[in-house]
C-alpha cells in the first residue's frame, strides 16, 4: 500500500473532517499540491465520511439477522447495523497486501442500494484472497449490506498468467465460483487458478448475475507478491493492462504506483506514455523527450547485453515508436519477430508490417495466412477477414469468417454486429451474412457469458445487447427483403423496433408498412419516430415520400405516453455524492451538489474535452432550447483541459449551446457517478443517478422527460 512519509494518517483525517487550525490545515493543503498519494487519501477519506454520514440506517431485509436478532412479528425497530459504530474511516479503506503465500485485497465499497421506498445504507464490504497452496484461491466476502440475507453469492473472476503466447489471453482466463453463505454476511468459496497466474481481478454478484459492487473501483485484486510482501513485476504488468481495459485514466495512476516499485521497466515508462498521451509522470518533475529519450537510450543498452523476453522486447520497440526513435524501434521489432515468431506481439509486429508495406491485396492476405499459421490471433483474423471483403469471393470470405469466430473470447458484442453488417454491404456475401446473422441470434440471447467484463451495471449490459441484438434484426429484416421474403422481413423489422426503440428504425419499419398497405401501423410508427423528445440533426423522414402524412394530436400524444412510459423502465436509482469536488477554469471550487444545483442535470464526463465527438456537442447545441424550457441543465466535466487550441474550436461556433465547463482533476465526480470509460453521460436528479451511460441521445431523452416533470411537480 502507498504510503506517506510526511504526514501521518490521523493528520489526513483531521483535515478531511475540517478540524485542522488555519495554519496546519494550510501546511496540509500546500503538500497535497505536490503528494498523489495523499490527495487520493483525502479524497477517500472525505467520499467514505460524507457517505456513511448522508445515509440513514434503515430497517434490514426480511430475515436479515433472525439468528442473531429474534424480533417480535410487526416490529419496526431498525436493528444498529455495524457501520453505523463510530470509529475511523481509515481502517475501512486500508488496503493490506502482506507477504508469502498470502495476500488480503480488501477495497472498501459504500454501496448504495435501494430497499423499497427508502434509501439505502452504506455498507463495508471486502473481500479476501488467501492463497493457501498453488492452484488455490480462497476467497471470503463480507458485508453488512442487505446483501448479507441473500443465500449465497457468486463471485466472477479474470485471471493472467505470464508468457501466455496468447498475451490478451483466453479461456481459461476466466473462473466462477459460488461463494456458500456461513454467516449472515459471511461468505466463502475457493477457486482453482493455474498455479503460474500472477493477477486476478474480481467482481462479486448476486446468483441471478446482478452485480453487487458496480463499475470500476468496486472490484477487488489479486496480485502475486515476493518474499518482501511486494507485488511482483508481472502482477504490476498484468494490472496496468487489465486497468487499461476500462480506463487510460486510471491505468495511468496504476503504472505511476508501479513505477516506485520498478522505477527501470521500459513496459510501464510506455505505458505511461500510451495512456497519459506524452504527459510527464506527476511529481518527477520529467518532461519527454528529454529525460524520456536518456533512460530509453539506457534501457536499449542494457538490454543488448541480456537475453530479454518478448513483453520486454516489445515494450522497447513501443517506447521507442512513442518517441519517435525508429532505429531503436526498428531493432527490438525484428528481433522479437525472430526470437519469439508465435507470440502475441510479435503476430502484432508482423500484423503492422503487413498493413503499411505496398504489397497488393493478393499479397497481404498470404502474408496473413502465413502469420496466421504461425499464431492464430484474432486480430489477424479481423484483418484478413476485412481484405477478403474487398475481394468479394464468397470461398475466401468463409475461409477467415471461420478464423475470426473461432475466438469470441474478450470481443466487443458490438464489433461482432460491425462485421457482419460490412459482409452484408457486398451483394456477393448476401447469403454468408445471413447465414451469420441467424447464427448471432439463435446463440445467447443476452450475450452476457464468462466472458463478459468484469465492469458496469447489468442494465449497461442489456442495454448493449439490446442494441446489438436490434441491428442484427434490422439487418436480417434488410437482407430479406432484398430477396423478396417480405413476411420474414417483417417479423425481423418489427423485432428490431420493439429492441431498439430508435426512431430511424421506426421510420424504416413505416415505410415497409406502407408500401405493403398497412396506412395503420405506419402511422403509429411515423408518430413513434416524431414523438422522440430529442431534436435530431437530420430528419428522420426525408423530404418528398408521400406515404409520411402528419400524425394526428391523438397519435401523438399516446406516443408521448409510450415514449415516457418506456425511458422510465430503465431510470437508475441511485445515490449519488453531491460533495465531490469541481473546479472551475479559474481554479475556484465547488461541489457537484451545488454545481447541478438540485435540478435535473445531463453530466458530459470525459477525460479530455477533445474525447467528446463533435456531433455530440452539435446534439446538444441543437436540443438547447428544449433543455432550458425543460428546466433541465448540463454540465461538461472533463478530468484535464486539453489543448488550448481544440477547446476553442469546439467552443468557438457553440457559445450560446454550451454546457457550464468545470473541471474534476481529482476523480471525485469520476467516482461519485461511476465513470468507466474516457467519454460518458449521465442524469442526476436531485442527487440521484438516473442513467449512465455512452449515448448522449438516450441522456437527452431522460433529460428532457425528468426536467419536464419535475418543472410540472410543484416544489
Given at each position: ?11 489526513l483525517?483531521?483535515y478531511?473532517d ?17 503528494c498523489?498519494?495523499?490527495?487520493r487519501?483525502?479524497r477517500?477519506?472525505r ?13 434490514p ?12 412479528a410487526?416490529?419496526?425497530a ?9 470509529q ?21 465499497a459504500?454501496?448504495?442500494l ?9 455498507g ?14 480462497t ?19 479474470r ?18 465460483v ?8 459471511v ?11 500472477v ?26 507478491t ?23 485514466a486510471?491505468?495511468?495512476e ?20 500510451l ?6 509522470l506527476?511529481?518527477t518533475g520529467?518532461?519527454?523527450?528529454g ?25 522497447l ?24 515468431p ?14 503499411r508495406?505496398?504489397?497488393?491485396r493478393?499479397?497481404k ?17 479481423q ?6 471483403y ?10 477467415w ?6 475466438d ?32 448471432q441470434?439463435?446463440g445467447?440471447?443476452?450475450?452476457l ?6 465492469a ?7 442495454a ?18 432484398a ?9 425481423a ?15 424504416e419499419?413505416?415505410?415497409?408498412h406502407?408500401e ?6 405506419a ?18 423522414v ?6 409520411a402524412?402528419a ?11 409510450a415514449?415516457?412510459?418506456?425511458l ?9 455524492n ?13 461541489t457537484?451538489r451545488?454545481?447541478t ?21 452539435d ?6 432550447t ?13 478530468i484535464e ?31 461519485a457517478?461511476?465513470a ?9 436528479d ?5 442513467y449512465r ?11 428532457l ?11
Open positions: 500500500m502507498e504510503s506517506c512519509k510526511h504526514i501521518d494518517e490521523w493528520t483525517n483531521r478531511a475540517g478540524e485542522l487550525s488555519g495554519p496546519s490545515a494550510a501546511a496540509v493543503r500546500q503538500h497535497l499540491r505536490s498523489a498519494i495523499c490527495r487519501e483525502v477517500l477519506i467520499e467514505l465520511s460524507a457517505a456513511l454520514r448522508a445515509l440513514p440506517t434503515p430497517n431485509p426480511d430475515g436479515l439477522f433472525e439468528e442473531i436478532y429474534p424480533q417480535e410487526g416490529s419496526a431498525a436493528i444498529p447495523f455495524p457501520v453505523a459504530e463510530a475511523s474511516v481509515a481502517f475501512s479503506r486500508r488496503l493490506v497486501l502482506s507477504g508469502g503465500a498470502f495476500l488480503i485485497a480488501g477495497i472498501a459504500v454501496l448504495a435501494t430497499i423499497g421506498p427508502e434509501r439505502a445504507m452504506a463495508a464490504s471486502t473481500l479476501r484472497f488467501h492463497r493457501e497452496e498453488p492452484g488455490a484461491l476467497l471470503r466476502y463480507e458485508t453488512v449490506s442487505p446483501l448479507a440475507a441473500e443465500p449465497g453469492l457468486r463471485a466472477r473472476l485471471y493472467w498468467v505470464p508468457d501466455s503466447l496468447r498475451f490478451a489471453q483466453t479461456e481459461p482466463g476466466y473462473r466462477v459460488e461463494l456458500s453463505r456461513e454467516d449472515p454476511g461468505f466463502s468459496g475457493a477457486v482453482g487458478l493455474p498455479p503460474g497466474a493477477y486476478a481481478v474480481a467482481a462479486v454478484e448476486r446468483l441471478d448475475g446482478n452485480y453487487i459492487d458496480s463499475d470500476f473501483g468496486r472490484s477487488w485484486e489479486y496480485l502475486k515476493d518474499a518482501e510482501g511486494r507485488a511482483t513485476l508481472d502482477a504490476r504488468l498484468y494490472q496496468v493492462l487489465a486497468t487499461a481495459d476500462l480506463s487510460p486510471r491505468a495511468v496504476v503504472t505511476g504506483q508501479a513505477l516506485s516499485e520498478y522505477p527501470e521497466r521500459p513496459e510501464l515508462w510506455a505505458a505511461l506514455l495512456y497519459e498521451r506524452g504527459a510527464p506527476e511529481d520529467e518532461t519527454p523527450p529525460a524520456h529519450g536518456e533512460r530509453l537510450e539506457r534501457m536499449d543498452a542494457a538490454a543488448r547485453l541480456r537475453d530479454p523476453g518478448p513483453g520486454e522486447m516489445h515494450a520497440s513501443l517506447y521507442a515508436r512513442l518517441l519517435g526513435r525508429e532505429d531503436i524501434e526498428s531493432h527490438w521489432r525484428t528481433e522479437l519477430s525472430a526470437t519469439y508465435r507470440h502475441e506481439y510479435a503476430s502484432q509486429a508482423r500484423l503492422e508490417s503487413i498493413l508495406s505496398p504489397m497488393s493478393a499479397e492476405l498470404e502474408a496473413l495466412d502465413r502469420s496466421w499459421g504461425l499464431a492464430p490471433m484474432p486480430s489477424v483474423a484483418v484478413g477477414l476485412q481484405l477478403a474487398e475481394t468479394t469471393d464468397p470461398g475466401l470470405t468463409r475461409v469468417l471461420e478464423r475470426y469466430a473461432s469470441a473470447v474478450f470481443r466487443d458484442s458490438r464489433l461482432d454486429v460491425e462485421v457482419t453488417e460490412r459482409m452484408a454491404e457486398v451483394p456477393a456475401l448476401g447469403a454468408i451474412a445471413e447465414e451469420r446473422t441467424l447464427r441470434l439463435s445467447s440471447s443476452s450475450w457469458g464468462t466472458d463478459r467484463p468484469l458496469g451495471t447489468r442494465a449497461s449490459f442489456e448493449e445487447t439490446a442494441e446489438s441484438l436490434a441491428r442484427l434484426h434490422v439487418l436480417l429484416g434488410r437482407l430479406r427483403t430477396r423478396g421474403d417480405r413476411a420474414g422481413a417483417l417479423d423489422f418489427e423485432r428490431a423496433a420493439e429492441l431498439s426503440w430508435n426512431p430511424r428504425v421506426f421510420v419499419l413505416a415505410r415497409f406502407a405493403a398497405g398497412s396506412s395503420t401501423r402511422a403509429q410508427l411515423l408518430a413513434l419516430a416524431q414523438a422522440d423528445p430529442v431534436v435530431p440533426l437530420e430528419p428522420y426525408p423530404e418528398g415520400e408521400d406515404w402524412t400524425p394526428t394530436e391523438i397519435r401523438l400524444a399516446l406516443a408521448r405516453a415514449w415516457r412510459e418506456h422510465a423502465s430503465s431510470l437508475l436509482d441511485e445515490w449519488v453531491g460533495g465531490a469536488t469541481l473546479e472551475t477554469a479559474s481554479g475556484e471550487e465547488t457537484l451545488e454545481a444545483g438540485g435540478d435535473v442535470t445531463l453530466v458530459i464526463h470525459s477525460l479530455q474535452p477533445s474525447f467528446v465527438a463533435a456531433e455530440s456537442f446534439l446538444l447545441a441543437a436540443n438547447a428544449n433543455l432550458e424550457a425543460s428546466g433541465a441543465r448540463a454540465l461538461l466535466v472533463a483541459p486539453g489543448p488550448e487550441g481544440v477547446i476553442h474550436t469546439i467552443f468557438a461556433d457553440r457559445t450560446d449551446s454550451m454546457p457550464t465547463r468545470l473541471y474534476d482533476r481529482r476523480f471525485e465526480v469520476w467516482e457517478l461511476g468507466w470509460r474516457e467519454v460518458q453521460y449521465f442524469v442526476v436531485h442527487g440521484i443517478l438516473r451511460g455512452e449515448s448522449l441521445t438516450t441522456a437527452l431523452r431522460i433529460t422527460m425528468l426536467g419536464d416533470h419535475a418543472s410540472a411537480s410543484p416544489r
